[in-house]
């Protein structure tokens, strides 16, 4: 869609400040797992960080909507975002603690996820915000308080590109607006388990829907034909692929908004996922 000047993509979504634990399974109800390692005692930036950050590397002019609390890991996450290139003018300070995660990784390939939102109550969005969602060429819409994905939604050009990338956070999409983002969105991306929460019966013709299953390959569905597409095996796995999803949809969707075939824009996806998962070594820390 791209006629030479610079997309303006919006991404709205959670922050968080993640970090990843190996276990040796994901306990159920009235059951324990056995820590084996924290991966990295230092959080990194998670959220909407990984797409919005390959998104900017993608040559997209990418502004953020998230919250973060007035401490020193919400200060870096700010900075990790400003830092890629985003615009951070959006991001809402509220209370004083940053949203944060642990990340399960069990030895039978499970994972589990315990989020800390930050500081209760809704965001407080005004003009700007509604103005940034009206004035971009796509919206990225991230797991988040379902009321932000609403008014969002709300306020996106009836031209704009809405991609979804989906989780299984049912707060997020509570009140239909799973179905809402079902059949509005031109790019869904979600794994195997994710997939279920797609509703197929609002699915438009022309939606891309992309899901991804970590080293297996890619399956992407687009006009009712489906296509799969290898990954590349890593050569050293890092322990902590916390973000490569996300990461792979920032660089698809940045590939599509400047005019690339699917396949080339999963290409792209698969390059910027590589980049994260790379940048780590495999014990788990940054190079």
Known sequence: ??????????????????????VDRCPGPGATGVVQRVVDARRRPGGVAHAAMALAAGGAAVSVITAVGADEPGRDFVGALSGAGCDT??????????????????????TACLFHPGAPGPWELDARHAEAAA??????????PADVTTAVLDAVR?????????????????????????????????????SRLVD???????????????????????????????VEPLQRVPVDPTGAGDAFAGGFIAAHLQG???????????????????????EGGDR
């Open 1 to 22: 869609m791209t006629d030479g000047h610079q997309l303006r993509v919006l991404v709205t979504g959670y922050a968080s400040l993640d970090r990843a634990i190996r």
């Open 200 to 230: 197929r019966e609002v699915l438009r013709p022309a939606t891309v829907v992309v899901q991804t299953a970590g080293p297996d390959p890619v399956e992407v569905t687009e006009g009712g034909e489906r296509s799969t597409h290898p």
């Open 89 to 110: 003018s959006l991001v809402l300070e509220r209370g004083d603690t940053s949203p944060y995660t642990d990340l399960l990784y069990a030895d039978d390939g499970s």
């Open 260 to 282: 690339a075939s699917t396949a080339g824009a999963t290409t792209a996806g698969m390059a910027a996922a590589r980049r994260l998962l790379l940048s780590r070594d495999s």
């Open 135 to 144: 004035g971009a060429d796509a919206v990225v819409c991230m797991v988040g």
């Open 158 to 194: 009836d031209d704009a590109v809405v991609a979804w990338v989906v989780k299984d956070d049912r707060q997020a999409i509570a009140g239909g607006l799973a179905r809402r983002l079902s059949g509005r969105a031109d790019l869904i991306f979600c794994n195997r388990d994710e």
